[in-house]
């Protein structure tokens, strides 16, 4: 039963970003996630009501689309909101309070034992966390290439006055109009663009390669620790710090590092750990070289889960950072299926080591995706294809 309404959640994520691929570059990143708020909430409350599995798994499948247009909207629209030098920071701060509502959720389950009313109060929670999205401002960059110039002027203004800012409007030049008057937004003009931009292409292949792997990780890690820690109450708590700690420590190390780096970084320390985690090493009470190894490798795993979601941000221009997101993050859906296949039944099938060898291969087969990838760190972001194009000609193939 677990299984099949983590499935249909996880099918309703799928579903959820295959639509707003199309809906944050068309629609408006701030509409759609509007919608995904209103989607999820419903979900949500209609739980209230719920006394039949069947009737669960149709509110899972539809929270599932909700969340992840809400999620993956806003963060877009962050993104391109936030100046370049506090990307970081912010992105950092948003994984963390990621994190921190693992608690609230677990709060909400010990202190309302009744699951119809917890169903409630989660609606209630997730209304409340969410309402300010409503008050947000939507992205200029998004008008810029919509061509609506006139509305761009207006999210810069509504920005001003948030800063207190004075500007005279009329004597003001936005730089970055003109780059997408040539093309007309559309789906068809985003994949003739991925055709006639190999640059483009590969980047966006790449980025949907990591983020399926990372996500393989990440989701093996959270269904599968019944299988390598001892007690799996201590196991879970020990790995929420662990995340927690990741989200705080990759703020001063993508900093120091960059996103290229810190990514190539964080991805062979993954890669060690599982090949520190092979051999059959007993620590007593249950312990193992394995257990300690895993809880070390989720904060490498969780600082890449987070550091791709800002690096996807910067690498795929304005045109195209709906469609990328989405498609991207759809991959990390099918990742997420695998994930606890690997942890959970592969070692059953054959060995311990089987599994373990594919993660740590596969984690260095990331890093070298991340290799290929640009560096992105306080640089404005790219507007369009060719933006891509002409800054994949100063990149550099040197770590």
């Given at each position: 039963?677990?299984v099949?309404?983590?499935?249909?959640?996880?099918?309703?994520?799928?579903?959820?970003?295959?639509?707003?691929?199309y809906?944050?570059?068309?629609?408006?990143?701030?509409?759609?996630?509007?919608?995904?708020?209103?989607?999820?909430?419903?979900?949500?409350?209609?739980?209230?009501f719920?006394?039949?599995?069947?009737?669960?798994?149709?509110?899972?499948?539809?929270?599932?689309?909700?969340?992840?247009?809400?999620?993956?909207?806003?963060?877009?629209?962050?993104?391109?909101?936030?100046?370049?030098?506090?990307?970081?920071?912010?992105?950092?701060?948003a994984?963390?309070?990621?994190?921190l509502?693992?608690?609230?959720?677990?709060?909400?389950?010990?202190?309302i034992?009744?699951?119809?009313?917890?169903f409630?109060?989660?609606?209630?929670?997730?209304?409340?966390?969410?309402?300010?999205?409503f008050?947000?401002?939507?992205?200029?960059?998004?008008?810029?290439?919509?061509?609506?110039?006139?509305?761009?002027?207006?999210?810069?203004?509504?920005?001003?006055?948030?800063?207190?800012?004075e500007?005279?409007?009329?004597?003001?030049?936005?730089?970055?109009?003109?780059?997408?008057?040539?093309?007309?937004?559309?789906?068809?003009?985003?994949?003739?663009?991925?055709?006639?931009?190999?640059?483009?292409?590969?980047?966006?292949?790449?980025?949907?390669?990591?983020?399926?792997?990372?996500?393989?990780?990440?989701?093996?890690?959270?269904f599968?620790?019944?299988?390598?820690?001892?007690d799996?109450?201590?196991?879970?708590?020990?790995?929420?710090?662990?995340?927690?700690?990741?989200?705080?420590?990759?703020?001063?190390?993508?900093?120091?590092?960059?996103?290229?780096?810190?990514?190539?970084?964080?991805?062979?320390?993954a890669?060690a750990?599982?090949?520190?985690a092979?051999?059959?090493?007993?620590?007593?009470?249950?312990?193992?070289?394995?257990?300690?190894?895993?809880?070390?490798?989720?904060?490498?795993?969780?600082?890449?889960?987070?550091?791709?979601?800002l690096?996807?941000?910067?690498?795929?221009?304005?045109?195209?950072?709906?469609?990328?997101?989405s498609?991207?993050?759809s991959?990390?859906?099918?990742?997420?299926?695998?994930?606890?296949?690997?942890?959970?039944?592969?070692?059953?099938?054959?060995?311990?080591?089987?599994?373990?060898?594919?993660?740590?291969?596969?984690?260095?087969?990331?890093?070298?995706?991340?290799?290929?990838?640009?560096?992105?760190?306080?640089?404005?972001?790219?507007?369009?294809?060719?933006?891509?194009?002409?800054?994949?000609?100063?990149?550099?193939?040197?770590?």
């Open positions: 039963a677990v099949s309404t983590q499935s249909t959640g996880f099918a309703g994520a799928l579903t959820g970003l295959l639509l707003s691929g809906l944050f570059d068309h629609f408006g990143r701030k509409r759609t996630a509007i919608l995904g708020i209103a989607i999820a909430v419903t979900a949500v409350f209609l739980g209230t719920c006394h039949n599995y069947h009737f669960l798994l149709t509110l899972r499948f539809f929270l599932g689309v909700g969340r992840y247009m809400t999620s993956t909207g806003v963060f877009i629209l962050t993104m391109e909101l936030v100046p370049a030098n506090f990307r970081n920071l912010v992105n950092g701060w994984a963390l309070l990621w994190a509502g693992y608690p609230l959720a677990a709060g909400i389950g010990y202190f034992p009744n699951w119809n009313y917890m409630l109060a989660a609606s209630l929670c997730y209304l409340l966390t969410s309402f300010h999205i008050f947000l401002i939507e992205s200029p960059r998004y008008f810029l290439v919509k061509n609506e110039v006139e509305s761009a002027k207006a999210a810069f203004q509504a920005l001003a006055r948030m800063n207190d800012l500007i005279n409007w009329d004597k003001v030049k936005i730089s970055d109009v003109g780059k997408a008057q040539v093309r007309q937004q559309s789906v068809e003009q985003q994949l003739k663009d991925l055709l006639a931009y190999p640059s483009l292409l590969i980047e966006t292949c790449i980025t949907m390669g990591i983020w399926a792997f990372v996500a393989m990780f990440y989701y093996g890690f959270n599968g620790w019944s299988g390598i820690i001892p799996l109450y201590v196991g879970y708590l020990m790995a929420a710090v662990g995340e927690g700690l990741a989200y705080v420590l990759q703020i001063p190390l993508i900093s120091w590092l960059g996103r290229r780096r810190a990514m190539m970084f964080m991805f062979a320390g890669a750990c599982y090949l520190v092979m051999p059959n090493v007993q620590l007593g009470n249950g312990w193992t070289l394995e257990s300690v190894s895993c809880l070390v490798g989720i904060v490498f795993v969780s600082g890449a889960f987070s550091g791709i979601y690096w996807t941000g910067e690498i795929a221009p304005t045109t195209h950072r709906g469609l990328v997101f498609a991207s993050s991959c990390a859906r099918v990742g997420s299926f695998i994930g606890p296949f690997i942890f959970n039944n592969l070692a059953q099938e054959t060995h311990k080591t089987v599994p373990l060898a594919i993660l740590a291969a596969v984690a260095l087969i990331c890093g070298a995706g991340s290799f290929m990838l640009v560096e992105t760190a306080d640089r404005d972001i790219a507007v369009s294809a060719r933006d891509v194009k002409e800054r994949r000609k100063k990149h550099k193939y040197k770590i």
